[in-house]
């Protein structure tokens, strides 16, 4: 178990310790490799290709020595004062300083909730929406495939694993929540539809309305593939259509978005996600629910039940939170460090300007997507298109995908593809990140001696018979930085690189038995 943190005098763990504290067993490194669950390691790994941050990211230089100066300040101030306060004033300020960075002080009455993880913050979400409502509450989200594991069951109320450290007390919550999804990709892999997946949103509220007492539609902005699903424009019309009982939460745990798309959403009166791990490249697990002034004036004055699962301080609320008072003073300085170190990514992305980034999308979308549609060893799945249709309309980098999914396949002597199976798949993505020039049974190839982290496999039903996974090379705003800050060269070296990952897949595809 991860080492709890709230009774901290003058002594801090490590930085790399911190790094991995503070949340639950996903967090905790395996004894043999040293990573977490999904083959991240708290310190940077200079020699790593990291396409990976659809999945998570491995922390990087900037960013641990973020973590690490915040670490040396609250260990010189802890003999002196309690950790608790310390805590809370540093959250303070990693909250402020986040929403100066993304633009969001004009938005007026807006609040944000600090957590360990987006599952934690989709539980936080539902539990706030459904409040002590006696009549039930519906949530509505795509398949957990796109999403996470453990969405759906955060959504319902509870954490996908009972085994959690917790800041607070426990209880099981009697609010009765329940939990529908809707399928985005069909048979095949294909992409269903998007009228599609919007009239059955339409039908299941339709006939919800009279049933249940709230309806939170999740809007996920965008999902592990790259897809966004339901329109905002369905769940607007919804919203309006039964403005008493239908909220909106927008799942943009990936943090895929412009500034001015993440201001619309909350000026439109819209919960949001954001997690630090994903796009912005800090290290996993760390997450913010922002809450828009419509719903806080509302959801502020309410009582706050300890939740099955929840890691939870006081200080990670606004302090005007009339229920956040009867929270635990604990401090979680594993969460803090990993914000501070999101954050020290989140300025050097500011720091560029939309046209470098935009520019730097679109080359490396065109450059990669032709190479994978040119190589019959991959299939690029099938891209939607990312046109959001809010009411404050905009041309921004995230019109465009920065995560590109492909199924696997093995070509025979006669040139017939036969598609990997998802073991396969998971197979060659647990190989990626080693040096592997070295196995005799691995035959002579420089490519081999390439590491690299791709986004882990996502499950994407039948293909010709076969359960397959589809991998993920992902643009992170710490790719992007690199390349614009070392001008032609750097952009370069970004496909370059991106390439050299693409290879090396292909490599073992071809060589799957020896893997």
């Known amino acids: 178990m991860t080492q709890r943190l709230s009774n901290v005098n003058t002594y801090l763990p490590s930085t790399a310790e911190l790094l991995t504290s503070g949340g639950d067993e996903r967090i905790e490194l395996a004894a043999s490799q040293m990573t977490n669950k999904y083959g991240r390691k ?40 309690a950790p608790e306060e310390i805590y809370l004033e540093e959250t303070d300020r990693v909250r402020h300083e986040f929403i100066r960075l993304c633009g969001l002080e004009h938005i007026r009455g807006m609040e944000v909730i600090v957590s360990p993880s987006g599952t934690d913050a989709h539980m936080l ?8 409502s006696v009549a039930r509450t519906l949530a509505i989200m795509v398949q957990p495939e796109e ?59 339709s006939a919800a309305i009279t049933r249940y007492g709230r309806i939170l539609i999740v809007l996920t902005d965008v999902s592990k593939t790259g897809v966004l699903a339901p329109t905002p424009s369905k769940a607007l019309d919804l919203r309006r259509r039964w403005p008493d009982s239908v909220e909106i939460l927008v ?26 791990s994903k796009f912005l490249g800090g290290p996993a697990f760390s997450a913010m629910l922002l809450v828009p002034a419509s719903m806080a004036g509302r959801l502020k004055k309410r009582p706050l039940r300890p939740t099955p699962g929840a890691t939870c301080c006081r200080a990670d609320w606004p302090r005007n939170w009339t229920g956040a008072q009867t ?34 999308v679109v080359d490396f979308h065109k450059e990669v997507t032709s190479w994978l549609n040119n190589a019959p060893d991959f299939q690029l799945l099938e891209q939607p298109t990312l046109q959001r249709h809010l009411p404050i ?35 060659i ?19 081999l001696s390439v590491r690299c982290e791709v986004g882990q496999p996502v499950p994407c039903g039948e293909l010709g018979g076969v359960q397959v996974a589809a991998l993920r090379l992902c643009l992170s705003a710490r790719l992007i930085v690199e390349a614009i800050n070392t001008g032609e060269r750097g952009i370069k070296r970004l496909f370059d690189r991106s390439l050299m990952a693409l290879e090396k897949v292909a490599f073992l595809t071809r060589n799957s038995s020896a893997v």
Request: hydrophobic residues 40%; positive net charge.
């Open 42 to 81: 708290p310190v940077p790994d200079r020699e790593l290709f990291s396409f990976g941050s659809a999945t998570a990211s491995t922390i990087s230089d900037v960013g641990f020595s973020a973590a690490e100066r915040l670490r040396q300040k609250i260990l010189q101030t802890l003999p002196g004062r």
């Open 125 to 132: 979400a539902s539990r706030l929406v459904a409040g002590s």
């Open 147 to 205: 999403t996470g594991s453990g969405v759906g069951h955060a959504l319902a109320g509870g954490m996908h694993s009972p085994h959690r450290e917790s800041g607070g007390t426990t209880v099981n919550s009697a609010d009765p929540i329940d939990v529908r999804s809707i399928a985005v990709r069909m048979e095949g892999s294909r992409l269903r539809p998007i009228a599609a997946v919007d009239d059955e949103l339409e039908a299941i509220v």
């Open 251 to 276: 799942d943009a745990s990936q943090f895929r978005l412009a500034p001015k798309t993440l201001q619309t959403y909350l000026t439109i009166g819209c919960l949001v996600i954001v997690t630090g």
């Open 327 to 360: 929270l635990p003073e604990t401090s979680n300085f594993g969460l803090l460090l990993r914000w501070e170190a999101a954050l020290a990514e989140l300025r050097a992305f500011r720091s560029v300007s939309e046209e470098d980034i935009q520019r730097v």
């Open 393 to 427: 309309t905009h041309n921004s980098w995230d019109q465009l995908p920065t995560i590109l999914p492909f199924i696997l396949f093995r070509v025979n002597r006669h040139a017939r593809r036969n598609p990997l199976t998802a073991p396969q798949t998971k197979r």
């Open 429 to 447: 993505y647990d190989h990626l990140c080693q040096d592997l020039a070295t196995k005799a049974k691995m035959p002579g190839s420089t490519i």
